[in-house]
């Protein structure tokens, strides 16, 4: 740039303008931290005519954008959680198999949850968003209760409960049907987040 060319306070104040909008394009999440998941506890249960069950999600993933000022979370500006529906395990091969079935794993492997928007209220976050299972697609508002520890890792715990026929699952049934599983299961979730190291 010739350091003799004057540019006029109009040009000079659209210049700064667009400066400033790039580096705000180019830094979507300034004052906002990418955190992953550090350590997780998910578990899917509910109960049957026989007694009640549970399933543990063995893979899962979770990516979120937190802000936080003073240790404590003011916006949360992303959130998608991913569990592998092959990962979810009972202990017992044949009720895995019958629920791997009702969840039509070979077609749709993944359960997932992706927030539109979030809101938080003290020591709570309300999120809004869409839960997928076996294809389908639902909203869901979900309340979890944070925590941050002295190492700066938040941990966010959530329990919800849905009927698995409102994602058109049909509840599994065991020995020849002589089992049947209630309609009703409930998510519960105990997240750990780290922040991502900067790049």
């Not at 003073?70 to 990962?87: A, E, F, G, M």
Request: hydrophobic share 40%; with cysteine; proline share 5%.
């Amino acid at each position: 740039m010739n350091p003799n060319l004057k540019i006029s306070p109009p040009r000079k104040a659209v210049l700064y303008l667009t400066i400033a909008t790039l580096f705000l394009l180019t830094h979507p999440a300034l004052g906002q931290e990418v955190y992953k998941i550090q350590k997780a506890n998910v578990l899917l249960t509910g109960t049957s005519t026989l007694h009640d069950w549970e399933m543990k999600a063995e893979g899962f993933s979770c990516n979120s954008l937190f802000q936080l000022e003073n240790n404590k979370v003011t916006h949360v500006k992303s959130l998608t959680l991913t569990i592998p529906v092959l990962s979810l395990k009972s202990g017992k091969n044949a009720m895995d198999k019958n629920a791997y079935s009702a969840l039509k794993a070979e077609q749709y492997k993944q359960i997932t949850y992706v927030i539109i928007s979030t809101k938080v209220a003290g020591n709570q976050i309300i999120c809004s968003g869409n839960l997928t299972i076996a294809g389908v697609t639902k909203p869901m508002e979900v309340e979890a209760v944070y925590s941050v520890n002295a190492d700066n890792t938040i941990v966010c715990k959530t329990s919800k409960s849905f009927k698995m026929t409102d994602f058109n699952v049909e509840p599994p049934s065991f020995m020849f049907g002589s089992v049947t599983t209630g309609d009703e299961i409930t998510m519960t979730f105990d997240l750990t987040f780290k922040k991502s190291p900067s790049i």
